[in-house]
């Protein structure tokens, strides 16, 4: 708006490019979360080990950078003498698993309830965005501990407690943008052809809406994966023995005067996945919303 | 004008809150008995009883919420099933320790993001900018309990300058604040150099600069207070964060605060000290928020009109 008022008098600077410009943004974080995918995808193909099988005798032993290291085992051994690698990336599948379900269970709660919020108006609305609010209010994680302490940790609950946990922020964005969608023309026009809310939602405002919610779902993403790890590291995620990136850092956490390795290599995986999940988000941000540029 | 405002805020309050009451009563109460969980094998009828009759099981359902919130009222969680003395108290006690904690965190990411938020708009897209905004991303994809981890591993095992975990000396408080400080650095720098950018286009700063004055004075006189309320808002929505990192945080160092009280108590289904702990940290955010909007309202004049 206010570019138009004022006359471009003084000449622009050249336009300096940034570094990472969104197409190197969404190669990077694209590339790593398509490795990620399949090695969880091909795990018991890549992984030489069993990630359960326990051998004493190779306890806590380091990886390929020490002698002492037992041979065969790349990244050393925890304290049951389970291959730290295959943990990892067994432990790939969970955390992918259980952020991308969160994901899109709450993009479906979220989204359906910010654009029926937006179409109706009204009382409807009032509810719907003041119970966002509210629970805007109340941290997600202290919401998903009391949720899992009362129903118990496996994946299916974790996926359905972060996914109630983090809907609002769908919401919310929903439906700023369809009660702005509501007066544009065309979604008037099919509403006075006679179109049922259904239809105009699903073939009018659901694909305008699609990509932010596309941006929005992808860094909501690496948020799961982090929610999810936090929630094993304090004891409240998928019980162990199984392989979780979370459960993996916390045995580590006990161990980090010994064997600080497990904790290292737990730590970077994780911070390597959501780190390429992010990057992709951003880049997507760009990509389609060219205004943004600046975040 | 002021006072209404506040006063109209306040009457939200206790909505929010009654909506807290709600979740954390239907969420315990869906965990099953906590009689059979609290005591063990061992136990004789006759303290089934006791205790049953002390946290009111043997009413209906909507009776239980009613007690509880007419003990809420009052104050009263009722008697902690781990400590002596009652689960008000019990929380309360630990509450200084988070405070100080959370307090420092939150000082640190302020001073340090807006700072570096700062820094990069100004030289925006220059090496700087590209190396800070860079880590900042980076920052926001960290697990903030491997950093804790981290820290741990190199300031408290290798170097042993400062304590693993502990409390009541400063030394103790470094590296509690620093790994909680970072869940927020991240979000500051980029909140603070998103919200500068956009002012950088407004007609005040073209102005400003078309009539000779200079680039920092214009900084200075007006984006900075422009920039100050967007970002005390995102501090508002930050407090949220804020707390629950501080739950992580307290668990990594053993921190005495209400985070690891709260983690604590579930493990021991302590239910009277949960609920007092949700509920502290409930109205500390809260309250947190309300005086974000006051602080907000008194400096920016325009929000007052609307």
Known sequence: MTAIAIPQKTPQKKKRRALFGKRFKMTVGGTILAVAVLCAIFAPLLTPWDPDQQDLLVRLKPGFWSDKGAPGHFLGTDNYGRDLLSRLIYGSRLSIMVGVSAMLLSALIGSTAGVIAGLKGGWTEQVIMRFADAQMAFPDILLAILMVAALGGNATNLIIVLGISRWMVYARVVFGLTRSLKQRPFVEAATLYGGKDFYVMWRHILPQVAPVLIVVATLQVAQMILQETALSFLGLGIPPPAATWGNILAEGNTRLFIAPWIANFAGLSIIALVWGVNMLGNGLREHYDPKMVGR | ?306
């Open chain 2, 1 to 306: 004008m002021i006072l209404r405002y506040i006063l109209r805020r306040l009457a939200f309050l206790p909505l929010t809150l009654l909506l807290v009451a709600l979740a954390t009563f239907v969420v315990l109460r869906l965990t099953g008995n906590p009689v059979d969980i609290f005591l063990d094998i061992n136990r004789t009828p006759e303290q089934v009883e006791a205790l049953t009759q002390r946290l009111h099981l043997d009413l209906p359902i909507p009776a239980q919420f009613l007690i509880f919130l007419r003990d809420l009222l009052h104050g009263d969680f009722g008697e902690s099933l781990q400590f002596s003395g009652s689960a008000a108290t019990v929380v309360w006690d630990r509450a200084g320790a988070t405070f100080q904690l959370a307090g420092t965190a939150l000082g640190l990411a302020v001073l340090l993001g807006v700072t570096g938020g700062i820094v990069c708009a100004v030289w925006r897209d220059r090496l700087v900018d590209t190396i800070i905004s860079s880590i900042a991303v980076a920052g926001q994809s960290m697990p903030s309990f491997w950093l804790g981890m981290l820290l741990i591993e190199f300031f408290a095992l290798q170097m042993r300058w400062l304590p693993t975990s502990g409390y009541g000396e400063p030394r103790h408080l470094v590296l509690p604040a620093i790994t909680l400080a970072t869940i927020l650095l991240p979000n500051f720098v980029l909140i603070t150099r998103t919200s500068i950018l956009e002012l950088m286009g407004e007609q005040f700063v073209v102005t400003g600069r078309s009539k000779g004055l200079s680039r920092g004075r214009v900084l200075i006189t007006h984006i900075l207070p422009n920039a100050i309320n967007p970002v005390l808002s995102f501090l508002g929505i930050q407090i949220g964060t804020l707390m629950a990192g501080s739950i992580i945080t307290e668990t990594i160092y053993a921190w005495p605060g209400v985070g690891r009280l709260l983690i604590g108590s579930i493990f021991k289904r302590d239910v009277p000290v949960v609920e007092a702990a949700v509920f502290f940290i409930a109205t500390t955010i809260a309250l947190a928020n309300l005086t974000v909007d006051v602080l907000q309202m008194l400096i920016d004049p325009r929000i007052r009109r609307s």
